[in-house]
T-cell receptor, first 111, second 109 residues
Framework: DAEITQSPRHKITETGRQVTLACHQT?????MFWYRQDLGHGLRLIHY???????NKGEVSDGYSVSRSNTEDLPLTLESAASSQTSVYFC??????????FGPGTRLTVL | QKEVEQDPGPLSVPEGAIVSLNCTYS??????FMWYRQYSRKGPELLMY????GNKEDGRFTAQVDKSSKYISLFIRDSQPSDSATYLC?????????FGTGTRLQVFP
């Protein structure tokens, strides 16, 4: 069955370290999204991509970057992790915009 | 002011109750409205989708959109313990979804 996976599921890191969160989907969807979910803020869009080599900034992109070298993967990199980036991160993919398929999430703690 | 406002709850109801979940929004350009359900420690999944004003029913779930009041609702009839989850409204006018903060619902037996 087609699916979307995220790794790692849990990550603890230190302030200032570079961290990369992986997202892999097997639906062959062109559109992929990264969100963070925080209490009181809901899901906020970090970056998104509409295809290979395409990346766009979302609402809360500062301190994050993405690259899209193939259809299946959209890794999210935190260049220099900060405590404010402690959150749950969700990746999603879709062929339209509204029916987004979400991964299981990565719980990131920055100490 | 946030574009989409949603009461965070928690909302606790007995099994069999009718549940009403609501969102208000400020951007009159929103045309597409969705409800996502998120179980604990899982990713959200699409539950209901409506376009513009009106009602849409799917089993025990009814989604309602009132564009004149900038208000959307999700009704759950005969609620079950398995409905216990966080419900997020989402809406769109161009190419990106804007999510509410989510309402946590607990249905107790």
């Amino acid at each position: 069955d087609a699916e979307i996976t995220q790794s790692p599921r849990h990550k603890i890191t230190e302030t200032g370290r570079q961290v990369t969160l992986a997202c892999h989907q097997t639906w062959n969807h062109n559109n992929m999204f990264w969100y963070r979910q925080d209490l009181g803020h809901g899901l906020r869009l970090i970056h998104y991509s509409y295809g290979v080599q395409d990346t766009n900034k979302g609402e809360v992109s500062d301190g994050y970057s993405v690259s899209r070298s193939n259809t299946e993967d959209l890794p999210l990199t935190l260049e220099s992790a900060a405590s404010s980036q402690t959150s749950v991160y969700f990746c999603a993919s879709t062929d339209d915009t509204d029916t987004q398929y979400f991964g299981p999430g990565t719980r990131l703690t920055v100490l | 002011q946030k574009e989409v406002e949603q009461d965070p709850g928690p909302l606790s109801v007995p099994e069999g109750a009718i549940v009403s979940l609501n969102c208000t929004y400020s951007n009159s350009a929103f045309q597409y409205f969705m409800w996502y359900r998120q179980y604990s420690r899982k990713g959200p999944e699409l539950l209901m989708y409506t376009y513009s004003s009106g009602n849409k029913e799917d089993g025990r779930f009814t989604a309602q959109v009132d564009k004149s009041s900038k208000y959307i609702s999700l009704f759950i009839r005969d609620s079950q313990p398995s409905d216990s989850a966080t419900y997020l409204c989402a809406m769109r006018n161009t190419d990106k979804l804007i999510f509410g903060t989510g309402t946590r619902l607990q249905v107790f037996p």
